[in-house]
């Protein structure tokens, strides 16, 4: 009984954590971030071009409304400002058609109008990341077609 009561009592002083087993706790965790670090930056990427198709589908509908009391789409040259703001040729425009001003896209950048359009009647488009045509990832084109 006397042995036991030693081994408890030392146990019982020793308090914290070795310098050994801090270092095994960062390298496993060092392990785990280098491998969902780059997962999740992958989701964030992904995250920005289904944000970028959800403002296009409202710019789609304001666009919409838009037509329906002028009874044609803004020209190309008015752009998605003439959603907020009436253009002078624009008979029968009630706006504003979008809540809160026509939004940047998900990297900082205007969104793209022309009408007519080359893949649709209009067209609504981003360049993504890199602001030029083409790319995948983050670069990629994001457009009402």
């Keep these: 009984m006397l042995q036991t009561t030693k081994t408890y009592t030392r146990r019982r002083h020793r308090q914290g954590f070795t310098l050994v ?6 390298a496993i965790l060092g392990l785990l971030a280098g491998l ?8 964030l990427g992904g995250a920005k071009t289904k944000t970028a198709k959800v403002q296009i589908k409202d710019l789609e509908q304001g666009l919409e409304m838009y037509k329906l ?9 008015h752009g998605l400002s003439a959603l907020v ?24 950048n205007d969104y793209l109008y ?14 993504g990341l890199d602001g030029a045509p083409g790319g995948e990832g983050e670069n990629v084109d994001v457009g009402s077609w």
């Design 114 to 127: 022309k009408y007519p359009g080359d893949h649709g009647e209009i067209d609504i488009f981003t360049y």
């Design 21 to 26: 087993e801090l270092l095994v706790v960062l």
């Design 85 to 108: 703001q009436k253009p002078g040729d624009a008979d029968g425009w009630n706006g504003p058609y979008l809540k809160s001003g026509v939004p940047k896209d998900p990297w900082k």
């Design 69 to 77: 009391d002028v009874g044609r789409f803004p020209s190309t040259s």
């Design 36 to 43: 969902i670090g780059p997962n999740m930056l992958k989701q």
